[in-house]
Structures are given as C-alpha cells and as structure tokens.
C-alpha cells in the first residue's frame, strides 16, 4: 500500500515570497490533515478536511494560510506571504474515516526555511 | 482547551535498560490516546492507541502503554531497550476535535 506523499521536500525561499506545499493521501482515505512542526515541538493541526470539506481550521492563519482539496483527494497548502516564522516541517496525514478513533498515516514532511 | 505535557525532552539510556516515558494531558471529556515514534529519517508512525477497554495497550516493537484515568497519565513503557529504538517519541490526545501532540522526547540508546 502506497503511504501519503508530499512534495517537495525541502523548499528555501525569502520572506514574503509566496510557496505551496501538495499532498496525495493514502488512496481511499476520506480525511486529510495538514499539521504544522517548528523546531523542538509537535506537530500542530493547521486544518482537516473531510472528502473536499472543511472540518476544521480554527488554527489556521487565514490572512496568509490556505488550503484546498478540491476533489476529495490530493491537497495543496499555500502560504503568502511568508514569514520567518513559518520555517517549520509541514506535514501531511491521512485516515480513513476522520473518526476519534481512526490512526492517522503521515507523510515524511516538506521542510520549510524562511530567509 | 486540550494540552499533552511529555515530562522528558531528552533521554539517554543503555542497551537492555527499562523505558518509560512520561505523557500527561489535560483534558474533560472521553479522550482516545495515541503514541507516535519517529526513526531517523522516516515518517511519524503509530506505536499505540488506547480508545476503550483494557488500559494497558500493547503496540509493535515490544512497546506497551498504561491509561490511568485518575492521573490523566498515558505513559510508555519498554522492559529493554535496543539500540534501534532511538527515534522521537510523541504523545497525542484527541477528544472530539483535532489531535493534540506533545513536544516529544528524543531517546538516544548506546550501544
């Protein structure tokens, strides 16, 4: 069974440029989660989608963060314009139902570094 | 609001030596736990969970967690260490909502 997939893997770009991170779920997984990692912390859920909807993105920073997963499958994360702050490993996680209960796979990350 | 306190940033322990690692959470409602370990260069994958039923939960690689409810504690445990379990260990909780990690403990294993 194929795991999720991220691209890129590393991105280096100056502050306030634009960048955008995708991800391709496990194949048949409904729920799909972007979390954010800085350094010495972990992960933090920046928004979950249900097929294409919205589930919840009550910690996303709206003014500079979207997201999209138009039709229900892969996503894509966009970021602009950056900040220093926003130097951190995005990843990306899948499950199959989005229940409490459900694990959830994730992918190996895009490793951000905001100059 | 849901918070996961993992007492140990890093821990250095000798091949064969006993492992536990501490998680704490805060929060009210029915909560489903989860431990995650990230190797070397590879994806956090799923060690543990405990959603109901018999709070002591055995994961892969010989690792096991106890719920204890009264001390809002998910601590894990590992009777012997081996050198290729140095990874990143992180607690997570969800109730309802998202998932809450903590900021995870680095164990290093000598040889």
């Known amino acids: 069974e194929a795991g999720v997939a991220q691209s890129p893997r590393y991105k280096i770009i100056e502050k306030r440029q634009s960048v955008a991170f995708w991800c391709n779920p496990i194949?048949?997984?409904?729920?799909l989660y972007w979390y954010q990692q800085i350094l010495g912390q972990g992960p933090k859920l920046l928004i979950q989608?249900?097929?294409?909807?919205?589930?919840?993105d009550s910690q996303l920073p709206k003014d500079r963060f979207s997201a999209e997963r138009l039709k229900g499958v892969d996503s894509t994360l966009k970021i602009q314009p950056a900040k220093l702050e926003d130097s951190a490993v995005y990843l990306c996680?899948?499950?199959?139902?989005?229940?409490?209960?459900?694990?959830?796979?994730f992918g190996p990350g895009t490793r951000l570094t905001v100059l | 609001a849901q918070s996961v306190s993992q007492h140990n940033h890093h821990v250095i322990l000798s091949e064969a030596a006993s492992l536990e690692l501490g998680c704490n959470y805060s929060?009210?409602?029915?909560?489903?736990l989860f431990w995650y370990v990230q190797y070397p260069g590879q994806h956090l994958q799923l060690l543990l969970k405990?959603?109901?039923?018999?709070?002591l939960v055995k994961g892969i690689k010989g690792f096991e967690a106890e719920f204890i409810k009264s001390k809002f504690s998910f601590n894990l445990r590992k009777p012997s260490v081996q050198w290729s379990d140095t990874a990143e260990y992180f607690c997570?909780?969800?109730?309802?909502?998202?998932?809450?990690f903590g900021a995870g403990t680095r164990l290093t294993v000598k040889p």
């Open positions: 996680a899948s499950s199959l139902t989005g229940s409490p209960t459900d694990t959830q796979y």
């Open positions: 194949s048949g997984h409904a729920t």
């Open positions: 989608f249900q097929n294409n909807g919205v589930v919840d």
């Open positions: 929060y009210g409602g029915t909560v489903n």
């Open positions: 405990y959603f109901s039923g018999d709070p």
């Open positions: 997570a909780v969800r109730g309802n909502n998202d998932m809450r």
